[in-house]
C-alpha cells in the first residue's frame, strides 16, 4: 500500500484571526501511516483543482458550528458565531468526495458537516432544544459538553455500535467509551447516510454511507485519544488504509 496524503480541513480562530491545528489530528494520520497536508481556508474551485489529484483522502475537523443557512435554519441561540468560510470550502471538498468517491472522515463537526451536506438537520443547541424535549420522556440525561482534557483517561460515557456496521466491523465492540465536547448533534439524517452508533440518550454518534467506499464520521474525539486508546487509532488507520488503495 501506497503511503496515502490526507487533506486535513484547517482550524481557524476569530480572535487571532490565523490558521491552526490540533497536533492529535496530524499525529493520528502520521502514526497511521499518512501524511497529512493542512487545506487554505481560502482555497477556491479553481485552486482545488490544482491539487485535488495528489491527495488521496479527506479528514474533516471539529471547530466553529454549521451555519445553519445551509440546512435551510435561523441561528439558536441568535448571537452564535459561524465560519464561512470553513463552510465554503469544506461544503466544496465534500461534494469532490461525494461525486469522486473519495475517503473521508469527519469528527465532530466533520459528522455535522457531512449530515448537512447530504440534506439533513442538525440539533443546534443540546440543552436547549434536544435535552429540553427529553425531560418530558424517560431518556437519560448525558452530558455532552465535558471539561478538558480530552484525553483516553477522561472520557465521558458510552457510546453503542450497530452490529450490522462497518464500525462494529473495524472495533469488534458493542460499545465503547468516549470523550464529549459539542453542543450541536444530527437531527434529521441526510439522504443516503446510515446511523452506526449512539449514546444512550438517543443522538447520533457515527454516520456511514454505505453507497461510498468509506465515508465515515463520529461525533467524539480521538484526535485526543490515539496515543492509548486503540479504538482511537483504528479510526485513523481505517482512513489511511481506506485513502492508500484508493
Not at 23 to 34: D, M
Not at 94 to 99: R, V
Not at 151 to 165: C, P, Q
Amino acid at each position: 500500500m501506497k503511503r496515502p496524503v490526507i487533506g486535513v480541513m484547517p482550524l481557524y480562530d476569530d480572535e487571532k484571526d490565523s490558521f491552526w491545528m490540533v497536533p492529535g489530528y496530524f499525529e493520528g494520520l502520521e502514526e497511521a501511516g499518512a501524511i497529512p497536508l493542512m487545506l487554505s481556508p481560502n482555497l477556491d474551485e479553481e485552486g482545488f483543482s490544482h491539487i485535488r489529484d495528489m491527495i488521496d483522502g479527506y479528514l474533516f475537523t471539529g471547530g466553529h458550528d454549521v451555519n445553519p443557512a445551509l440546512y435551510g435554519e435561523k441561528p439558536v441561540p441568535e448571537d452564535e458565531a459561524f465560519c464561512d468560510r470553513r463552510d465554503r470550502l469544506e461544503m466544496m471538498v465534500f461534494k469532490w468526495c461525494d461525486q469522486q468517491d473519495i475517503p473521508a472522515l469527519g469528527i465532530c463537526r466533520g459528522i455535522q458537516l457531512f449530515n448537512v451536506a447530504r440534506g439533513g438537520t442538525l440539533w443546534q443547541d443540546i440543552p436547549s432544544q434536544f435535552q429540553k424535549q427529553a425531560c418530558s420522556s424517560s431518556v437519560p440525561l448525558i452530558r455532552h459538553t465535558m471539561a478538558p482534557p480530552y484525553d483516553e483517561n477522561h472520557v465521558e460515557h458510552l457510546v453503542r455500535i450497530a452490529r450490522s456496521s462497518p464500525l462494529h466491523q473495524l472495533l469488534k465492540l458493542d460499545e465503547i467509551s468516549v470523550n464529549s465536547y459539542h453542543h450541536q448533534a444530527v437531527r434529521q439524517i441526510g439522504s443516503g447516510l446510515v446511523p452506526m452508533a449512539w449514546s444512550d440518550d438517543g443522538l447520533v454518534e457515527a454516520l456511514y454511507a454505505p453507497d461510498r467506499h468509506f465515508l465515515w464520521a463520529v461525533q467524539w474525539h480521538p484526535e485526543f485519544m490515539y496515543r492509548e486508546d486503540k479504538n482511537a487509532r483504528l479510526l485513523f488507520s481505517a482512513l489511511a488504509e481506506a485513502a492508500g488503495h484508493s
